[in-house]
């Protein structure tokens, strides 16, 4: 078993910068590629960036390419989402999750372990 804890999530002004943090207890990270989905109000769950579990091979949507970066550090079991240039529409509840296969990191179903969940919300 693998316990998954988000935070980092507040309210941030349109243009500015977060970063959080997923912090792994129970097994180590070093077994697993991790990925960071959002939910906004009302959308199905999206996929944001992930992370192979060496942390050499890492993919974006579309949609936060340039502006958000995803980073992993298996000596502290820690899985990293810095967001630049947050808008609006970044506006969710982002988790982080964990799998043991190898298949694409975008697939949600694919996810073994998920987080509770960090708010994080982008006025304008």
């Known amino acids: 078993q693998v316990q998954l804890v988000e935070s980092g999530g507040t309210l941030v002004q349109a243009g500015g910068s977060l970063r959080l943090s997923c912090a792994a207890s129970?097994?180590?990270?070093?077994?697993?590629?991790m990925g960071w989905f959002r939910q906004a109000q009302g959308k199905e769950r999206e996929f944001v960036a992930g992370?192979?579990?060496?942390?050499?091979?890492?993919s974006h949507a579309d949609s936060v390419k340039g502006r958000f970066t995803i980073s992993r550090d298996n000596a502290k079991n820690t899985v990293y989402l810095q967001m630049n240039s947050l808008k609006p529409e970044d506006t969710a509840v982002y988790y982080c999750?964990?799998?043991?296969?190898?298949?694409?990191?975008?697939?949600?179903?694919?996810?073994?372990?998920w987080g509770q969940g960090t708010q994080v919300t982008v006025s304008s």
């Open positions: 129970g097994r180590s990270l070093g077994n697993y590629d």
């Open positions: 992370v192979s579990r060496s942390g050499r091979s890492t």
């Open positions: 999750a964990a799998k043991l296969t190898t298949t694409p990191r975008s697939l949600w179903y694919e996810y073994d372990y």
